[in-house]
T-cell receptor
């Protein structure tokens, strides 16, 4: 079975540019999560969706960050405009239903903002 | 105080020994607990999850949960060099429907 699929694997762009990260959850999973991981702050939950609806976006750091889930098999995390401090590894994860069930992670997107 | 706390390590054990990784949590509403393994440059990989007090065993791994003392641990028996990684503890709390990751413990198994 295919796991969580993220793209791109690596992204290098200049400050001020728009960045779009993509995620395809495991088929049949109803919950999708976006995380950011840095050495300083560890893994941070940014936002999660249940049945394509955003449930909690309190972890989104600023208005420059936005996320959408237009259907059950696709989600995007967008940063506009990007800043060097946004450089991190961004993970997408999915679970059958909700935060209280095991989450399965994608391979992540390593983002570098110059 | 962080909601989930782990000793960052590094923890070093010889090959074949038992590695013991510990995690404490502050939210008494926490009810589900997860252990993830993360190799350097890779994504977190689920190893174990535990919902009830007591022990849960899966192969060389045993998760232990003590809700009264608010700690959860992971034991790795017969440690192998391939177990060298960072181990992340995570907890779900129904108080506000929150999910917390610890900062991880780095484990090195010495051949």
């Amino acid at each position: 079975d295919a796991g969580v699929i993220q793209s791109p694997r690596h992204e290098v762009t200049e400050m001020g540019q728009e960045v779009t990260l993509r995620c395809k959850p495991i088929s049949g999973h109803n919950s999708l999560f976006w995380y950011r991981q840095t050495m300083m702050r560890g893994l941070e939950l940014l936002i999660y969706f249940n049945n394509n609806v955003p449930i909690d976006d309190s972890g989104m750091p600023e208005d420059r960050f936005s996320a959408k889930m237009p259907n059950a098999s696709f989600s995007t995390l967008k940063i506009q405009p990007s800043e060097p401090r946004d450089s991190a590894v961004y993970f997408c994860a999915s679970s059958p239903t909700g935060l209280n069930q095991p989450q399965h992670f994608g391979d992540g997107t390593r983002l570098s903002i110059l | 105080q962080k909601e989930v706390e782990q000793n960052s390590g590094p923890l070093s054990v010889p090959e074949g020994a038992i590695a013991s990784l510990n995690c404490t949590y502050s939210d008494r509403g926490s009810q589900s607990f997860f252990w993830y393994r993360q190799y350097s440059g890779k994504s977190p990989e689920l190893i174990m999850f535990i919902y009830s007090n007591g022990d849960k065993e899966d192969g060389r791994f045993t998760a232990q949960l003590n809700k009264a003392s608010q700690y959860v641990s992971l034991l790795i028996r017969d440690s192998q060099p391939s177990d060298s990684a960072t181990y992340l503890c995570a907890a779900y709390s129904n108080t506000g429907n929150q999910f917390y990751f610890g900062t991880g413990t780095s484990l090195t198994v010495i051949p």
